[in-house]
Nanobody
Framework: QVQFVESGGGLVQPGGSLRLSCAASRNIFSIYRLGWYRQAPGKQRELVADITSSGNSNYPDSVKGRFTISRDNAKNTVYLQMNSLKPEDTAVYYC?????????WGQGTQVTVSS
């Protein structure tokens, strides 16, 4: 079983940037697909970026061109670079495998985009 610890969130103004990090409890080399999810108040958790072991990534239209996911297998870490942030990006951000494992959810990291 793998556990994740997210970090890097904070308060940022619209148009700003943040880089989130997600440390895994074990080697991620063998995990085919990893993803970043987010959950805004009153909304369902949604997948906002995923990356395969070969480095192929996918994004929904809502974040495409603004978010970039990457993984460092040597450090067992997944990153999410978020640029041109909007108020609607405000949410708690989590990482997990894709499809997610219920037992692998971490505490998440809060991202608030506000002026």
């Amino acid at each position: 079983q793998v556990q994740f610890v997210e970090s890097g969130g904070g308060l940022v103004q619209p148009g700003g940037s943040l880089r989130l990090s997600c440390a895994a409890s074990r080697n991620i080399f063998s995990i085919y697909r990893l993803g970043w999810y987010r959950q805004a108040p009153g909304k369902q958790r949604e997948l906002v970026a995923d990356i395969t072991s070969s480095g192929n990534s996918n994004y929904p239209d809502s974040v495409k061109g603004r978010f970039t996911i990457s993984r460092d297998n040597a450090k067992n870490t997944v990153y999410l670079q978020m640029n041109s942030l909007k108020p609607e990006d405000t949410a708690v951000y989590y990482c997990n495998v894709v499809p997610f494992l219920t037992s692998s959810w971490g505490q998440g990291t809060q991202v608030t985009v506000s002026s």
